[in-house]
């Protein structure tokens, strides 16, 4: 067997979860996102990966079941098609939601930084003055935690979905990664002294964070990653009804919480 056929049975043995994991390193290689896509719109004709990547799962799956029923082969094939489809949709809505978040995160860092700043640099006989200090002063410091909260328990879901779904290997793009890391040590710095400050000023200390709040949170971002792109990906398959369901059992779910948030 030469060694072009025998890379071509190799392809063909892939599980939907190696065709993407093949895919992801190719396309971390470019760095970014918008770098990877400007690769893919320079050749001629624009590539589409989900593209390719559909057909070599459908090639994989017809290979493995040769010989078996023509009923057997097709089930084979739209599992195939539905594992890798959303797995390449579940990569695409990490980066997506990361890069959503980053941009809300930077303006919401930026505004309690500054309210911070703002009640900082009052005078002492003002704060005196003032009956609502502490109280607005602990509101700005606990909305930081909150804050750093809310990084962690996505980098958590992230990292429970990456392990579930990817085998471990991670979804964020070099750029996302990077940008992604240096938030948080940004959220970070600003939460610790908000807290330093807050001390000097005499605030209360705030009430430990709950461990069980973040992993219900933590269990809400997992479902906002995974159940959309899984609707989504049955909506390209043509499974309309199916991803129907999904989304809205999804939507059902984030209702319902919201009306426990409110109730509580």
Same mark, same amino acid.
């Given at each position: 067997?030469?060694?072009?056929?025998?890379?071509?049975?190799?392809?063909?043995?892939?599980?939907?979860?190696?065709?993407?994991?093949?895919?992801?390193?190719?396309?971390?290689?470019?760095?970014?996102?918008?770098?990877?896509?400007?690769?893919?719109?320079?050749?001629?004709?624009?590539?589409?990966?989900?593209?390719?990547?559909?057909?070599?799962?459908?090639?994989?799956?017809?290979?493995?079941?040769?010989?078996?029923?023509?009923?057997?082969?097709? /089930?084979?094939?739209?599992?195939?098609?539905?594992?890798?489809?959303?797995?390449?949709?579940?990569?695409?809505?990490?980066?997506?939601?990361?890069?959503?978040?980053?941009?809300?995160?930077?303006?919401?860092?930026?505004?309690?930084?500054?309210?911070? /700043?703002?009640?900082?640099?009052?005078?002492?006989?003002?704060?005196?003055?003032?009956?609502?200090?502490?109280?607005?002063?602990?509101?700005?410091?606990?909305?930081?935690?909150?804050?750093?909260?809310?990084?962690?328990?996505?980098?958590?879901?992230?990292?429970?979905?990456?392990?579930?779904?990817?085998?471990?290997?991670?979804?964020?793009?070099?750029?996302?990664?990077? /940008?992604?890391?240096?938030?948080?040590?940004?959220?970070?710095?600003?939460?610790?002294?908000?807290?330093?400050?807050?001390?000097?000023?005499?605030?209360?200390?705030?009430?430990?964070?709950?461990?069980?709040?973040?992993?219900?949170?933590?269990?809400?971002?997992?479902?906002?990653?995974?159940?959309?792109?899984?609707?989504?990906?049955?909506?390209?398959?043509?499974?309309?009804?199916?991803?129907?369901?999904?989304?809205?059992?999804?939507?059902?779910?984030?209702?319902?919480?919201?009306?426990?948030?409110?109730?509580?």
């Amino acid at each position: 067997m030469t060694a072009e056929r025998r890379l071509a049975a190799l392809e063909a043995s892939l599980s939907p979860t190696q065709l993407i994991l093949r895919w992801l390193a190719g396309a971390h290689a470019f760095g970014g996102t918008e770098s990877y896509v400007a690769s893919l719109l320079a050749q001629e004709p624009p590539v589409a990966p989900l593209d390719r990547l559909a057909r070599e799962a459908a090639h994989g799956a017809r290979t493995a079941m040769r010989g078996k029923r023509p009923e057997v082969i097709d /089930a084979a094939v739209r599992s195939a098609l539905r594992e890798t489809v959303f797995r390449f949709e579940l990569v695409m809505r990490i980066n997506v939601t990361a890069h959503e978040l980053l941009d809300r995160e930077v303006l919401i860092d930026a505004a309690l930084a500054a309210h911070v /700043a703002l009640l900082s640099c009052e005078n002492k006989r003002g704060r005196r003055a003032d009956t609502t200090y502490l109280e607005r002063f602990a509101t700005r410091r606990d909305l930081l935690a909150l804050r750093v909260g809310e990084l962690r328990a996505a980098r958590e879901a992230r990292e429970i979905v990456e392990e579930r779904y990817l085998d471990g290997h991670g979804a964020f793009f070099p750029d996302v990664a990077a /940008a992604w890391d240096e938030q948080v040590r940004s959220t970070d710095s600003i939460a610790d002294a908000a807290v330093r400050l807050a001390e000097f000023d005499g605030v209360p200390a705030a009430l430990p964070p709950n461990p069980e709040a973040l992993t219900r949170r933590t269990t809400e971002l997992v479902a906002d990653l995974v159940e959309p792109a899984k609707a989504e990906a049955l909506e390209k398959l043509g499974e309309g009804r199916k991803a129907f369901d999904i989304a809205a059992g999804w939507v059902r779910a984030r209702l319902s919480l919201l009306e426990s948030d409110a109730d509580g």
